[in-house]
């Protein structure tokens, strides 16, 4: 589905233009073309590849989602592959989107994602100066507006983690927040892997790509590296304390069953004495002289008792019960 596509010459927005007509606009070198995708079908591309010039294999990439981040170099242009995340609703959503970028346009493919880039049109519109030096301050905006929304969730995941250490640390469900750990792991290694590629694409757009990139708005891409390495670092930063978590939180799961079974040693020690009394009384013995005294029966139970409440308070007092 075609969001828009829009003209510009010498930085300056024309209009919105048909797609039948790019190619008569691009053979002005003073002209501009920005198209915006969402989900297109394959006939939307096969009209783009015949207006645009674009190579075969790129345009089959660019059909479906779940390829790899990756910027590939075709004659004319370029393909570029970027992962994509948002927080919505307070809902983490990975995208994918497709840029074809040449001189004089880029072209913008998004695939599971809401995620616009209105914002980073504007802002280019608003800075016509730039805009007119080509493709190279459009593809930046895009690459900043993608990297931006990685902080939100970046909070996000270190609030959740926050929260998890709390109730690790509060004695709550320690097998729901094992859970809970290694689900949060598995997101930030997935966020990770969807920032990583960032590094590559925009250092090999600095130094091998000076046609899109010259060397005036190299200081722009640097700001996106900046930006892409405190989210790595960040995401780092995370996975190392969780990891510290699991195993503070094995530890305390160690510690629980440790005192569980201290406990049920203590109580098996105290309850082992008048085992021991009773049980005499269920012998054969010929002669137990305490049978004959008055008060044997009641100096047995009196003397075991005090056993019974000298161990409680050593085993109390050893933190054992």
Not at 18 to 23: L, Q, T
Not at 150 to 177: G, K, T
Not at 257 to 284: C, D, H
Request: with cysteine; hydrophobic share 45%; aromatic share 10%.
């Amino acid at each position: 589905m075609y969001i828009r596509c829009a003209a510009y010459r010498n930085g300056q927005r024309i209009d919105d233009i048909g797609v039948e007509n790019i190619s008569e606009l691009l053979a002005d070198p003073e002209s501009f073309v920005w198209v915006g995708l969402a989900e297109p079908d394959p006939s939307e591309l096969l009209q783009l590849q015949a207006e645009f010039g674009l190579h075969e294999l790129a345009v089959e990439d660019a059909r479906s989602a779940h390829q790899r981040p990756k910027l590939e170099e075709y004659k004319g242009s370029l393909f570029v592959v970027l992962h994509t995340v948002e927080l919505r609703d307070g809902e983490v959503h990975f995208g994918e989107t497709h840029l074809f970028v040449g001189k004089q346009f880029l072209i913008s493919i998004r695939h599971q994602s809401s995620l616009g880039y209105g914002r980073a049109r504007t802002r280019c519109e608003s800075l016509p100066q730039l805009l007119a030096k080509g493709s190279g301050f459009p593809l930046y905006a895009v690459l900043d507006l993608i990297v931006d929304n990685f902080m939100p969730v970046v909070e996000h995941y270190q609030s959740l983690l926050e929260e998890l250490e709390e109730d690790i640390f509060e004695n709550r469900s320690h097998r729901d927040a094992m859970e809970r750990l290694y689900d949060l792991k598995r997101h930030l290694l997935r966020l990770r892997n969807a920032a990583m590629p960032l590094l590559d694409i925009c250092n090999a757009l600095m130094r091998l790509h000076p046609e899109i990139v010259p060397k005036d708005l190299r200081v722009y891409f640097r700001d996106v590296l900046d930006h892409v390495h405190r989210i790595i670092r960040a995401t780092d930063t995370m996975r190392e304390t969780l990891s510290d978590a699991m195993q503070a939180n094995l530890a305390l799961i160690t510690v629980r069953q440790n005192e569980v079974v201290k406990r049920l040693a203590g109580w098996g020690a105290i309850l082992a004495l008048p085992t021991m009394v009773f049980s005499m009384y269920g012998m054969n013995f010929k002669f137990m002289p305490e049978l004959e005294l008055r008060f044997g029966y009641p100096a047995v139970l009196a003397a075991t008792l005090i056993g019974c409440v000298w161990l409680y308070r050593r085993l109390k007092r050893a933190e054992w019960l």
